[in-house]
């Protein structure tokens, strides 16, 4: 194995521990929330569309890395804005308990 | 030091940050800013990557690209109404699959006219490409499904498994041909070709797995395919030596899982139970044995008049919202009436079933949405102990959580399911469209118990008359 997927397997495993350590503890209340920002980071795949894009000369390859840094894009923005959507829910009730 | 060497360090920001997001995400104190943070540092990753060497030739493209998936994307969350925000979030898990499959066809071509194919680059780029196939194909069904646009029940028919089992093969069968030919060097048959017939392949088994699996299961379902998602990603990350992807990729996938595996326990399921199993094979005799029930037995109905009395002599009540209330926006009528109640000197509490809504937590998010205290919400261990010091349950388009035949009749399909026991509350109030069963397509016991009366309408309007005539009598 090449050191640079030797490298890059030490970071996948790592991070699965990191992933499963960082939520083992969430309320039930935040279950929706968390998988739209989940969602929402998976849309890093935009990162990859990017790199991609012009790889292929040609109308099919200009097609598809069009289409992949949409569909890239549209997963981020729309993921965030949701989850962002859903939070400021949950944030306004104090503010009205005071009233 | 040019601008190219710093992408690698703004990359490493963005995998902190994104950490730091989901753990924030995990409590309510810091959810906000746990997704702002991670938002910041998807920015970062993004405008660092216009820097990178790759991109150079091709940024008209990837500017036309962020425009209309920009607008897409912010149109879409902003003017989404919260009742459909669970299909929302399976739409954008939709398209980062299908973003990491044109990922994956595009590296494979690159590295071929390139020449470097090899194994473990290829395997990493099928899969990628197999597993964002699938999540973008599920996640359309279970949009389509959530939406009503296709049938929410089970679609199950003689032979299923080997349908099913025979795309997975022939699916596995072609990766095999394409690694073969990426060790050998060369390629008997055009790779291309093989790379989209997989592509097809994938996408017809996203339809096959989700396809028999009924509505009342879609949370799970979406879960599970937002954590494929993030497997792609990593996948994709693998293909194209890129750390950040494989990081974030992968995160998600791990906090997927467990989230998965959460939402099935809420439902008392396993992962395994939801995706091959009960609902659809149970059904047949559970409707038999529910429609038998049905007979000889008959439903007592009421108007918002007696609701309001009703009510209006109890001490305790408990609201049981469910997903008719989220569907007819009724929310703030509730809250008004809980409002009027409590000036009354009624005590009144929330049950939250945990997979209320469409989602565990959708139900919180909608009440809050309506001012609801947070305080007044209980879930289920809490407040099942209540129900018989309770005066009246009030339940608004609450259906399966309900359910007693979850407890009582083996035959059921939800049997074994953990519900609110609301039918030992004293009196019950149910407001409800119609008699038609709820999502997992059987008949509720509960309306046929005598102490149950049924206040039909639309969950807004019934609630606002009862509120009427609540102020009448105040």
Redesign the interface.
Known sequence: ?TT??I??AY??IL??????E???????????????????????????????????PGPI??V??????????????????????????????PV??RE | MTVETLIPVAYLI?AVT??L???G????TT??Q???I??TG?LI??IA??F?A?????VP??L???A???V???A???T?K?TA??Q??A???G??G???A??A???F??QR?AGVLEF?ASLATLLALIIGAVSFSGSAIAFGKLQGLITPKAFRYAGQQFVTGGIAAATALLSLVVLGGAIAGSFAIEPMLLIAVITLLALAFGVALVMPIGGADMPVV??LL?AY??L???M???T????????????????????TR??SK?MNRSLGNVLFGAFGAATTAGAAAASAGLEGRSIRSIGAEDAAILLSYAQNVIVVPGYGLAVAQAQHGVRELADLLESKGINVKYAIH?VAGR????M??LL??A?V??DK?F?MEQINPEFQRTDVALVIGANDVTNPAARSNPGSPIYGMPILDVDKAQNIIVIKRSMKPGFAGIDNDLYLDPKTAMLFGDAKDAVSKVVQELKKTA
């Not at chain 2, 995400?25 to 309510?28: K, R, V």
């Not at chain 2, 194209?240 to 989230?259: D, P, R, W």
């Not at chain 2, 989602?359 to 959708?362: D, F, L, V």
């Open positions: 194995m640079e997927a490298v890059a970071v996948f991070a699965i521990f990191v992933g499963f960082v939520v083992s503890k969430v309320p039930s209340t935040l279950h929706t929330p968390l998988m739209s920002g989940a969602n929402a980071i998976h849309g890093i795949v935009i990162v990859g569309a990017m790199l991609v894009a012009s790889a292929i390859g200009t598809l890395g069009f289409l992949a840094v949409v569909l890239g894009t549209a997963n981020v923005v729309g993921g965030f804005v949701v989850t962002d959507r859903m939070l400021a829910m949950f944030k306004q009730r009205r308990k | 963005a994104f950490i997001g989901l753990k995400l995990s409590s309510p959810a906000v746990g997704n702002r991670a938002a998807m990753a993004v990557t216009f990178a790759d991109v150079k030739g091709g493209i990837i036309a690209g962020v209309v998936g920009g897409a994307g912010f879409g969350a902003r989404v919260m925000m669970p929302m979030v739409l954008f898990n398209a980062g299908g973003a990491a044109l990922v066809i595009l590296e071509a690159r006219d473990g979406i879960s937002n998602t993030g792609a990603v990593a994709a990350g693998f194209l030596n890129n750390q950040l992807l494989i990081v974030a990729g992968t995160l998600v996938g791990a906090s997927g899982t467990i989230l959460l939402m809420a945990p989602m565990p937590g959708h919180n998010v809050a949405e001012n205290p947070y919400l879930d």
